[in-house]
């Protein structure tokens, strides 16, 4: 079966899922919406691979560490999404195992590795630099763990020929304008896709949040954008949205954070990413159908998951 829409980027393996997670995800189903469920760390990692063993068809999984659990901080409701109902938390850190994580992504229900990338935006603005024993500041010293744990993954998705979820979070976050293309973590991120050759599995860049500019780059380098519930309240990235090639453009929910218009403060979920779509639609003047079959065309390529 053909879906009609595929929520590239959800994460009902989360604890926010943990009393529903099935309802939800028969919820999205039984509406043509296909989903992958991506992992942050080895046990969000396991349970996705789970539930997408669960389910014959229309459940996928992505396994990675995300950037922001090399370190163990606390996160507030402002900074997970506010006004959505999502409890704060603290991360509990972790180190990349490459042999674990390879495990997992031998899986043949494994379409991606990720959630990984950079996220300087934590780094730089928890408290002031400190120089550490080593004789560098705390946030170089942070900035080049996120560095190598994200070229172990970019190996690691090379050897089992799978492509790149990726979370690129830059030192700051403007709610006025979209990051501008020379933002460090844009720039590191792109170094070191061309030094890991990551153009030889591809990838897509989740939540993308950059202008034009940083747009052209990544897509010059053959990766893909995808878009969330944001763009149905601000208008930040409507010319990125409406300048890039409709092949290269995905849409995700990132449940169950930022919940779209008209759903916007309360948990977000597979099913609401028609939202994303049909915003999409209006932004570029097209037809929501052909939208929609496009970006189900562009996730099956990019994520063989046909």
């Keep these: ?5 595929i929520d590239i980027h959800t994460h009902v393996n989360f604890n926010a899922f943990k009393e529903d997670s099935d309802d939800v995800i028969c919820r999205a189903l ?13 046990d969000t990692s396991r349970r996705a691979v789970e539930f997408a063993e669960k389910y014959p068809e229309g459940v996928h ?32 850190q972790e180190q990349f195992d490459y042999s674990l994580y390879k495990q997992l992504a031998e899986n043949p229900k494994v379409v991606a590795i990720g959630e990984c990338g950079l996220d300087y935006y934590r780094v730089d603005s928890n408290k002031a630099p400190e120089t ?18 994200l ?14 979820m990726i979370h690129c979070r830059p030192e700051t976050l403007d709610k006025d304008h979209p990051i501008a293309e020379n933002s460090n973590a ?8 061309k030094e890991e050759k990551a153009d030889e599995v591809g990838g897509n860049m989740h939540f993308f949040a950059g202008d034009w500019k940083a747009a052209e780059k990544f897509l010059n380098f053959g990766f893909y954008l995808s878009f969330t519930g944001v763009i149905t309240f601000v208008h930040n990235y409507d010319k990125v949205i409406k ?13 169950p954070y930022v919940a779209p218009v008209p759903y916007r403060g309360k948990r977000n979920e597979p099913l609401y990413v028609g939202e994303i779509a049909k915003r999409i639609a209006e932004i570029r003047g097209m037809d929501f159908n052909e939208v929609v079959e496009q970006t189900t065309r562009n996730a099956i390529r990019l994520f063989n998951l046909l």
């Design 1 to 5: 079966m053909v879906p009609r829409l």
């Design 132 to 149: 550490g024993s080593l004789g560098i500041s705390d946030h170089v010293f942070a900035r080049a763990i996120q560095q190598e744990t």
């Design 61 to 92: 999984a992505a396994v990675g560490l995300h950037p922001i659990h090399l370190s163990a901080h606390y996160w507030d409701q402002e900074e997970l999404g506010a006004p959505m109902k999502v409890e704060s938390f603290k991360s509990r």
């Design 151 to 164: 070229r172990a993954q970019i190996r690691l998705a090379r050897e089992v020929k799978k492509p790149l």
């Design 186 to 193: 844009y720039e590191d991120c792109l170094r070191i896709f």
């Design 30 to 42: 039984d509406n043509g919406v296909w989903m992958i469920l991506v992992g942050s760390q080895i």
């Design 243 to 255: 300048n890039m090639p409709l092949e290269r453009l995905m849409i995700e929910t990132d449940a």
